[in-house]
């Protein structure tokens, strides 16, 4: 019995170090650098208590969205330039200390990039404003390559101030590996595969059509791979798809933006996968919550309205809080997130940036 006893002891106190050394997670934030901003940050986060600490930071010109390696050790972040210089840029992480180091940048031929996606082997750009994609294979040490591929479109939509010209806003990669893109100006989602002995895009087609005047922004999966979510910029609406072999089936549509301000953004789903959330701005700025159903339905819950322009949000890997970037207010707000029921609450534990446009944790689950 004692030496039972003994090593119930032992394992009691062993046990708070791995629930603690658990709780943190690396956070990294990219920004705007028009007013100050160094660019890219990191910080460890408590996921217990919802606490930030600023470890460490990059001068990097406008890195408004960036990607993580699968390892950590690499950061993929545009440069979100309307110009020649915009670029891909390719960073060294420490996933231990949060510390970076530049590795290098190619050009991405395509002004605007605003969104990265990487698959390990190949990083591919939407470029807005170049209405295109750029992609580039990923080298042995983690540098990108040059891009080999400008994949553009020429289609523009009905709205005649915001689809006036090509845009191209996401682009991600499905659980099996084509990569779909949201055709802003088009009103459609694109799919395509590449071809790694060729280097090339092959195009598969359109994974589906939307409504005209749509604006097709942000794509997302929940986890299982069976169903996709598209966040609609112009019309403010979230579709439910169902998913297979590169095409996508509509399922629901439902309104996020009760405003009608034409400011759909981002859009996540709970690490569990039973809520989604999606954000809205330039009027009545917040964060649209909705119940998942197990045949890809949602139901809306809630809404939670935060600060000026939420731009981007992530939900830490357990799930215990959403962090929204406020990029006109230059802060992040965190909230707690009710699992049960998905609502959210500000904690009031800002973290005070400037210009905040995207916000990625490692880990990710």
Request: aromatic share 10%; glycine share 10%; charged share 20%.
């Amino acid at each position: 019995m004692k030496t039972k006893s003994i090593l119930l002891g032992m394992a009691l106190a062993i046990m708070p170090a791995f629930s603690m050394a658990d709780n943190n997670v690396k956070m990294v934030v990219g920004t705007y650098t028009d007013a100050g901003s160094e660019g890219l940050y990191s910080f460890d986060f408590d996921q217990e208590n919802g606490t930030a600490t600023e470890l460490s930071s990059l001068k990097i010109d406008d890195p408004s969205y960036f990607t993580f390696s699968k390892n950590g050790r690499y950061i993929y972040a545009v440069s979100e330039k309307n110009n020649s210089l915009a670029v891909l840029n390719s960073i060294g992480f420490d996933p231990t200390k949060g510390t970076f180091s530049f590795m290098n940048s190619q050009l991405t031929h395509g002004a605007d990039p605003c969104y990265v996606a990487t698959n390990g082997k190949i990083a591919v750009t939407a470029n807005y404003s170049g209405g295109s994609l750029s992609v580039f294979p990923i080298l042995s040490n983690g540098t990108l390559d040059k891009s080999l591929v400008l994949m553009s479109s020429k289609k523009m939509g009905p709205n005649r101030t915001r689809q006036n010209q090509p845009h191209f806003h996401c682009t991600i990669f499905t659980p099996d590996n084509y990569i779909l893109t949201t055709d802003f100006s088009g009103d459609r989602i694109l799919s395509f595969t590449y071809n790694a002995k060729e280097k090339k895009l092959e195009d598969r087609g359109i994974a589906a059509h939307v409504r005209p005047g749509s604006g097709p922004r942000h794509l997302v999966f929940e986890p299982n791979g069976r169903y996709a979510y598209l966040m609609n910029e112009l019309s403010g609406k979230v579709i439910a798809y169902q998913y297979k072999d590169g095409k996508l089936k509509e399922i629901q549509t439902v309104v996020a933006d009760d405003a009608h301000a034409q400011g759909g953004a981002d859009i996540r789903i709970s690490p569990d996968g039973n809520f989604l959330y999606a954000s809205t701005r330039l009027k009545g700025d917040g964060i649209t919550i909705f119940k998942l159903g197990g045949d890809g339905s949602l139901r809306r819950v809630g809404v939670q309205k935060t600060g000026r322009h939420p731009r981007n949000f992530a939900i830490t890997p357990n799930g215990k809080y959403l962090l929204v970037a406020c990029r006109d207010d230059n802060t992040i707000q965190v909230y707690s997130r009710d699992k049960s029921t998905g609502m959210l609450t500000n904690t009031h534990q800002d973290i005070d940036l400037s210009h905040p446009a995207c916000i990625r944790f490692y880990p990710e689950k």
